[in-house]
Nanobody, 117 residues
Framework: QVQLVESGGGLVQAGGSLRLSCATS????????MGWYRQAPGKQRELVAAITSGGSTNYRDSVKGRFTISRDNAKNTVYLQMNSLKPEDTAVYYC???????????WGQGTQVTVSS
């Protein structure tokens, strides 16, 4: 079945960096817009960054200039480079393959990112 597997999360001090990866299988990766979302305890899941199949990107305002989303179609993988991390970036980060409907989209299992002050 379709799999999206995130990795690269962990504990980092404020100002540090992490690089998240999301490896996919059993989808035609190059056809899918991809996104990174996050969910902090007690909060709704929110879009962090997205990249179209053509490579266009968009970011939520709070991460602009600090986070970079990219994709490698040869490796069926999407990345999120996170720099200058802040405690408010602490959350479980999920990747998503966009099928155009929230109920049909493919999701990974999530990876925890914790930023200490």
């Amino acid at each position: 079945q379709v799999q999206l597997v995130e990795s690269g999360g962990g504990l980092v001090q404020a100002g540090g960096s992490l690089r998240l990866s999301c490896a996919t299988s059993r989808i035609i990766f190059s056809n899918y817009p991809m996104g990174w979302y996050r969910q902090a305890p007690g909060k709704q899941r929110e879009l962090v960054a997205a990249i179209t199949s053509g490579g266009s990107t968009n970011y939520r305002d709070s991460v602009k200039g600090r986070f970079t989303i990219s994709r490698d179609n040869a490796k069926n993988t999407v990345y999120l480079q996170m720099n200058s991390l802040k405690p408010e970036d602490t959350a479980v980060y999920y990747c998503k393959a966009d099928r155009g409907s929230w109920s049909l989209d493919y999701w990974g299992q999530g990876t925890q990112v914790t930023v200490s002050s």
